[in-house]
């Protein structure tokens, strides 16, 4: 069994219009050592985006209901600051990466496991392999 490498108590800020799977995110991993903050639509994210609140990475799904998916969402986040770590996480198999102003970041295709996400949320965030 693989296991999910550990965060070192960086904050990841989830975002998911799907209410179970953003609680099995949070749950998943707090449990590898993240806090936590979960916004359920880039509506909800972009206000805590701009009431400053602290996070480490933003982790979001790409296709939400609402006028910010995750590629906005990402957008607006580098425009305000340019070297936060963004991670998209989406069941969708038809993504193009390819429209202007894209920001560059790795992609998780759902379903994924907390050994999965784990790997790449710290190598995000800098963290070296085991």
Same mark, same amino acid.
């Given at each position: 069994?693989?296991?999910?490498? %550990?965060? *070192?108590?960086?904050? !990841?800020? =989830?975002? /998911?219009?799907?209410?179970?799977?953003?609680?099995?995110? +949070? +749950?998943?991993?707090?449990?590898?050592?993240?806090?936590?903050?979960?916004?359920?639509?880039?509506?909800?994210?972009?206000?805590? !985006?701009?009431?400053? #609140? &602290?996070?480490?990475?933003?982790?979001?799904? $790409? %296709? %939400?209901?609402?006028? #910010? /998916?995750?590629? &906005?969402?990402? @957008? $607006?986040?580098?425009? $305000?600051?340019? @070297?936060?770590?963004?991670?998209?996480?989406?069941?969708?198999?038809?993504?193009?990466?390819?429209?202007?102003? %894209?920001? /560059?970041?790795?992609? $998780? +295709? *759902?379903?994924?496991? *907390?050994?999965?996400?784990?790997? =790449? !949320?710290?190598?995000?965030?800098? &963290?070296?392999?085991?």
């Amino acid at each position: 069994m693989v296991t999910a490498p %550990m965060g *070192k108590g960086e904050t !990841i800020l =989830v975002v /998911d219009d799907e209410e179970m799977l953003l609680s099995l995110l +949070q +749950q998943g991993l707090e449990s590898i050592g993240y806090k936590v903050i979960t916004a359920k639509d880039g509506e909800e994210a972009f206000e805590i !985006i701009k009431k400053g #609140i &602290h996070f480490d990475l933003l982790l979001t799904d $790409i %296709m %939400m209901p609402g006028a #910010i /998916d995750g590629f &906005h969402l990402a @957008n $607006i986040l580098r425009s $305000i600051d340019p @070297n936060k770590p963004v991670v998209y996480i989406s069941a969708y198999i038809g993504l193009t990466f390819d429209e202007p102003e %894209m920001v /560059d970041a790795p992609l $998780i +295709q *759902k379903p994924a496991t *907390k050994a999965e996400i784990g790997a =790449v !949320i710290g190598s995000a965030l800098g &963290h070296k392999a085991a």
